[in-house]
């Protein structure tokens, strides 16, 4: 049997989407809220599969140190993070691809999560990446 619980956290930040042809290609910012699906064929002896404020201070923690008030952008895009860096102080986060919702989601499943459940033995199922009330992308593991 697999059990699963799931933590919401929010985060604001701000991207833009290059090439995109809309709006989004300004430089423009997100009141975040990422679902963290984790899930493990084990309980602890409490009976759980992570302890939620753990889960709460590991996802919220990398979300804080990394993403909240900062702008990501992709690696291709030289204009924004030049603008970017131009500012002082300044936070950036540099995705291998455009900051998508969706690509923001796989990020987060396939990079943070291994990184901030290390140890717990808990996995990251799913990723559901709010960026607005109306919007999310979901990702899911194998």
Not at 31 to 44: A, I, K, P, W
Request: proline share 3%.
């Amino acid at each position: 049997m697999s059990l699963t619980v799931m933590r919401r956290v929010t985060f604001c930040a701000g991207h833009r989407l290059l090439n995109h042809d809309g709006k989004c290609v300004n430089l423009h910012g997100h009141n975040y809220v990422v679902e963290f699906y984790v899930g493990s064929d084990q309980q602890d002896d409490v009976g759980r599969v992570i302890d939620f404020k753990l889960l709460k201070i590991r996802c919220k923690g990398w979300l804080d140190e990394h993403w909240d008030h900062a702008f990501i952008l992709w690696d291709q895009d030289a204009e924004a993070i030049n603008a970017i860096r131009s500012t002082n102080p300044h936070r950036l986060f540099i995705l291998p691809y455009n900051p998508t919702a969706e690509n923001m989601a796989k990020f987060l499943l396939e990079n943070a999560c291994p990184v901030m459940l290390a140890g717990t033995g808990a996995v990251a199922k799913r990723v559901v990446v709010w960026e607005s009330e109306e919007s999310c992308a979901e990702v899911s593991g194998a």
